[in-house]
C-alpha cells in the first residue's frame, strides 16, 4: 500500500511539474511570436521602400499542376478500363521599369492545361491528351507622371489563345488617359479614348469598336506569399454587345526554396465568344442564334497544384 501511494505521488508530481513546463513553455512562445511580427513588419516595410526605388523591377512565378492514372476492371464506374491524366501550368511574369518623371509597366500572363480520357474498350475513342484550358495576356503600360500618384498614359494589351485558334479571335486594345498608382502595388488604369481591334474569320459576330478601358492590377510579394490580381474591362460606346472583361487572380506559397503551393482562377464575361461557340462551335450548333437570344454565361477556369518561384 505504502508503495502504491508513493508511485501515486510521484505520478501526481510529474504531472504537476509537466503542466508548468508547458504553460512555461507556452509564456516563452507568445512574445517570440510578437517579436517576429514586428521584424516581418520591417521587413515589409524595408520592402516597400525596395519597390518603390527608380530602376527595372523584373519576376515571375508559376503553377504546375498535373495528375495521371490508370484502372483495369474497375467495374463500379462507367469506364472500367482506362487511362487519364491532366496538367497545368501558369507563368506570371512582369518587367517594371520605375523613374522620377515615367513608369514603364510590361505583364504576360500565360495558363495552358490538356486532358485526356483513354477508353481501354474502345478502339475509335480519342486517347490523345487534349487542350483544356488556353489563356495568353500581355500588355505594356507607359505613364508620364503629373504628380506622385497620378500619370498620363498609353497602353497597349494583346489577348488571345496559343494552342487552338490562335488569334481567332484575338484582341488588340490601345488607348490613351491616366493612370492612378495610390500604393507600388496597385495600378488603376481608366483610358476613356481606347480603341478595341478584334481579329477574327467570323467577321459577323466579332467587332471591333471604339470605348473605355479599365484595368486593375494589384501584385504583393509577403514573406512566402506571391499573389496577383489583375482585371481588364472594355465598355463599348457602340453596343454593350460587344463590351468583355477578365479577371485573373495567381497565389503562390513557397513550402521549401523555390517550391511551393499555387492556385489560380480567372473569371471572363465576352458576350461576342458566346455567340461565336453557340453558332460554330458547339456539339449542336445553332445558326439562328443572336446576341438577343443567347445566355451569356459566365466563364471560369481554376488551376490547383504546385508552384515554383523563378
Do not use: C
Not at 35 to 57: E, M, Y
Not at 129 to 154: C, M, P, W
Amino acid at each position: 500500500m505504502k508503495k502504491l501511494l508513493l508511485t501515486a505521488m510521484a505520478f501526481l508530481v510529474l504531472v504537476v511539474a509537466s503542466a508548468q513546463t508547458e504553460e512555461e513553455l507556452k509564456a516563452q512562445i507568445a512574445p517570440k511570436k510578437d517579436s517576429i511580427a514586428a521584424i516581418q513588419g520591417r521587413v515589409n516595410a524595408l520592402q516597400a521602400q525596395l519597390d518603390a526605388l527608380p530602376g527595372w523591377k523584373i519576376g515571375a512565378f508559376g503553377t504546375i499542376g498535373g495528375s495521371l492514372s490508370q484502372f483495369n476492371n474497375w467495374f463500379a464506374q462507367g469506364i472500367p478500363n482506362n487511362s487519364s491524366g491532366n496538367i497545368g501550368f501558369t507563368v506570371n511574369a512582369f518587367a517594371n521599369l520605375q523613374e522620377e518623371k515615367f513608369f514603364w509597366r510590361n505583364a504576360a500572363n500565360l495558363n495552358l492545361a490538356w486532358v485526356k480520357l483513354d477508353d481501354k474498350d474502345d478502339p475509335t475513342d480519342d486517347d490523345s491528351f487534349r487542350q483544356a484550358t488556353d489563356v495568353f495576356n500581355i500588355s505594356s503600360l507607359y505613364g508620364r507622371k503629373l504628380s506622385e500618384h497620378f500619370a498620363i498614359s498609353a497602353l497597349t494589351e494583346y489577348r488571345t489563345t496559343l494552342l487552338s485558334n490562335f488569334n481567332d479571335p484575338g484582341y488588340l486594345d490601345l488607348g490613351v488617359g491616366g493612370t492612378w498608382t495610390p500604393i507600388p502595388d496597385l495600378i488603376v488604369v481608366m483610358h476613356p479614348l481606347n480603341y478595341n481591334f478584334v481579329f477574327s474569320k467570323e467577321d459577323t459576330i466579332f467587332e471591333s469598336s471604339m470605348g473605355a478601358k479599365i484595368v486593375a492590377d494589384y501584385t504583393k510579394q509577403i514573406g512566402a506569399v506571391s499573389f496577383k490580381s489583375n482585371l481588364s474591362m472594355f465598355q463599348s460606346y457602340k453596343s454593350s454587345d460587344l463590351s468583355n472583361w477578365t479577371w485573373t487572380n495567381s497565389f503562390s506559397y513557397t513550402l521549401w526554396k523555390m517550391i511551393g503551393v499555387g492556385f489560380d482562377f480567372g473569371l471572363r464575361n465576352n458576350k461576342q465568344e458566346t455567340l461565336n461557340y453557340i453558332v460554330n462551335r458547339a456539339p449542336t450548333p445553332d445558326p439562328a442564334a443572336t446576341f438577343d437570344t443567347i445566355d451569356n454565361e459566365l466563364q471560369t477556369y481554376w488551376t490547383l497544384g504546385l508552384s515554383y518561384k523563378f
